[in-house]
């Protein structure tokens, strides 16, 4: 389970260091950088397939999307050199540190990829907080340290890219054990962003289905993860689900010609609905319950605004299946809503769980804090490596 996530100069995240637990509730107005923390934790799981880089040039490259505040106690600008990202968890750490690429030339000229961020500095440690006897693996510009599974330190011999991470270019279990468990477990993490329930979205159309432990992030394969949790999941916590939000309901999945189609039998009517036909509040509510009930938990799932199109009504149910993930899963829920934040905390006591409730605001230099933080005396222990 991660402990601490750290971000230094991403957006409006100057320097943010945050304590994380077992489920995690991220509120605050608009514009406080709920979605910029969101988009932290993505590019830290986009390192684990070589896309961090790719991920930040999307969002027009470092200068896009480096800290452009004032600096404290000037009325000047600062223009920061580095974005920085890290976590620490019960069993490793890691960060990463991106900054401006060295200009090249390119035959006719310079190189049109001048603006991708390059990779300068990334550390792998056991335990918490980072230090030189707890380092597992270091990589500096091209050269990578890695500590083998009898402890002897071993240097690369061929040279990393600067836009490569070294998470995803070594594959010995021996010279590097810690960097192969760090990249299955950020594979493993999940994102749901804004699930499309428009009247084209993929979870509308009967598709063709074959067992599906993990809903997709579009949801296209919703009738298939549904019928998934009903053979090899928790078929009572599901129909319990749908009841608790539409009572008196209940789900069916059929197949015709390989293609499965989502069927909503509710009470009253003479016949069921299909996905085509459901409001977007009642979709969206069925696509939460098919990601939090998923056959296979993810180390981490984030969710971001789940609350979106859902009638206040559907909140306590949600908030109960978003604690009953959590018992198997660490969850970070991003969200706008006070009465998803309050159903959360109600519930959390009756699943012997804590809330880790965190509200984020700006400061007069329009930096993301976490309100009712007095000082840095009151963050998590964290050191970032150095260049």
Request: with cysteine; net charge neutral; charged share 20%.
């Amino acid at each position: 389970m991660l402990t601490t996530l750290a971000v230094e100069n991403y957006r409006s995240l100057r320097r943010l260091i945050l304590p994380l637990g077992r489920l995690n509730v991220v509120t605050g107005a608009n514009g406080t950088g709920k979605s910029s923390l969101y988009r932290a934790l993505r590019l830290l799981a986009d390192a684990a397939d070589g896309g961090a880089v790719a991920a930040l040039a999307r969002e027009g490259g470092l200068p896009s999307t480096l800290w452009a505040g004032k600096k404290e106690g000037t009325a000047r600008g600062v223009a920061p050199t580095s974005l920085r990202l890290g976590f620490a968890g019960d069993e490793f750490g890691y960060a990463v540190d991106f900054g401006h690429p060295i200009p090249t030339g390119a035959p006719g000229g310079a190189s049109l990829f001048n603006l991708d961020p390059e990779i300068k500095r990334e550390c792998t440690w056991a335990g918490p907080v980072l230090r030189p006897a707890a380092l597992l693996s270091d990589r500096s510009g091209p050269a990578v340290r890695t500590r083998a599974a009898d402890g002897i330190w071993h240097r690369s011999t061929g040279t990393l890219l600067p836009h490569d991470s070294m998470i995803g270019q070594f594959a010995d279990p021996q010279l590097a054990p810690d960097l192969l468990r760090l990249r299955e477990h950020l594979r493993s993490w999940r994102f749901y962003d804004h699930v499309r329930t428009d009247a084209e979205a993929p979870a509308r159309a009967a598709r063709i289905g074959t067992r599906t432990p993990v809903l997709a992030h579009d949801g296209a394969d919703l009738a298939a993860a549904l019928q998934t949790i009903r053979e090899i999941g928790d078929h009572e916590r599901l129909a319990a689900a749908v009841d608790a939000a539409f009572p008196g309901s209940g789900i069916e999945v059929v197949c015709e010609g390989g293609r499965f189609e989502l069927l909503l039998h509710q009470s009253g009517l003479l016949r069921p609905l299909s996905a085509a036909e459901l409001s977007d509040g009642t979709l969206r509510y069925l696509l939460w319950t098919a990601a939090l009930l998923t056959p296979r938990p993810p180390a981490l799932l984030v969710l971001n605004e789940p609350e979106s199109s859902l009638h206040p009504e559907l909140l306590p149910p949600l908030a109960d299946l978003v604690l009953t993930a959590a018992r198997d899963t660490q969850i970070v829920v991003v969200t706008h809503a006070p009465e998803l934040a309050e159903a959360l905390g109600r519930g959390a006591p009756r699943h012997r769980l804590d809330v880790n409730a965190v509200t984020l605001v700006k400061d007069d230099l329009g930096r993301t804090q976490v309100a009712g933080r007095e000082g840095p005396l009151d963050e998590p222990a964290w050191h970032w490596p150095k260049r």
